[in-house]
């Protein structure tokens, strides 16, 4: 009972900011018009976050899976000081690299770019992503795999057709952080677009929402954050169950 009683309170704590932020950007539904005819148009905003995060999600989960099979399965010199060379990225204050990483990317033409800005964020998803898919492969009993290539599943193929099925759960779980991460992202498209047109989301909402004198359109900013909420109280409605288990299926091992 007492259990119960604390998730409850634990629910209402977490749930009444984004409850009373829905409540109060309806008081006036004159800001959802006035948003979406922002600027470039919501929908150009959303189109290029919905791009960003597609791009990232999909960035993470392939490097990732290879990287953590690899690290996971394959002795190779150094393995160990790369991995821990990996994990440094943690260390390093996100803010602090946003401007070389400018620099670095109109090197290579990928400047004020959503494919630049998706690589910047599939970067700093790699160290969580790795460490989760290299416990995730470590927690499948090798048998498995052998029984495979003795079937006649070359490698490639039994960690295609066997391994990733079994690590699906960790899959989805690196895939929501990084579609949550890249979705909800403020600072680093902020210094690395300069064109209105490439906006994603947050950056637009708060573009919309300033004033004169540094005021503030509340009732704006709320609707915003409706907008921005949805899409990721969605994903983990439905993705929840597998969520959990990515954690509690031995992900996190080691």
């Known amino acids: 009972m007492t259990r119960h009683l604390t998730l409850a309170a634990l629910a209402v704590l977490f749930l009444f900011p984004l409850v009373w932020s829905g409540w109060a950007s309806l ?33 993470t989960l392939v490097v990732s899976a290879l990287g953590g099979y690899a690290f996971a399965r394959f002795d190779f010199p150094g393995k160990n000081l790369l991995f821990l060379a990996t994990l440094a990225i943690l260390m390093v204050p996100y803010a602090t ?23 910047v964020f599939v ?9 989760m898919m290299r416990n995730a492969f470590e927690a499948i009993p090798r048998e498995l795999e052998e029984a495979a290539l003795v079937d006649g599943c070359g490698t490639f193929r039994a ?6 099925h079994a690590v699906r759960p960790a899959l989805v ?18 210094i690395l677009l300069n064109d209105g047109a490439s906006f994603t989301l947050p950056v637009a909402v708060v573009s919309m929402t300033q004033r004169t004198f540094g005021a503030i359109d509340y009732g704006m900013l709320q609707a915003g954050v ?26 996190l091992r080691g």
């Open 173 to 190: 779980t690196v895939g929501l952080f990084a579609f949550l991460a890249s979705w909800n992202d403020f600072f680093a498209p902020l």
């Open 27 to 59: 008081e006036d539904p004159s800001n959802y018009v006035e948003m979406a005819g922002f600027g470039e148009g919501l929908g150009t905003y959303a189109t290029n976050s919905v791009l960003v995060s597609v791009m990232t999600v999909g960035g």
């Open 226 to 251: 409706m907008v921005m909420a949805l899409p990721c109280l969605v994903l983990f409605i439905v993705l929840q169950r597998h969520y959990v288990r990515g954690f509690m299926s031995g992900a």
């Open 97 to 119: 690299i946003l401007i070389p990483l400018y620099v670095l990317l109109g090197y290579i033409g990928l400047q004020n770019s959503l494919v630049g800005l998706a690589l």
């Open 123 to 131: 970067m700093f998803q790699l160290p969580f992503a790795l460490f």
């Open 159 to 164: 960690f295609s057709r066997i391994l990733l």
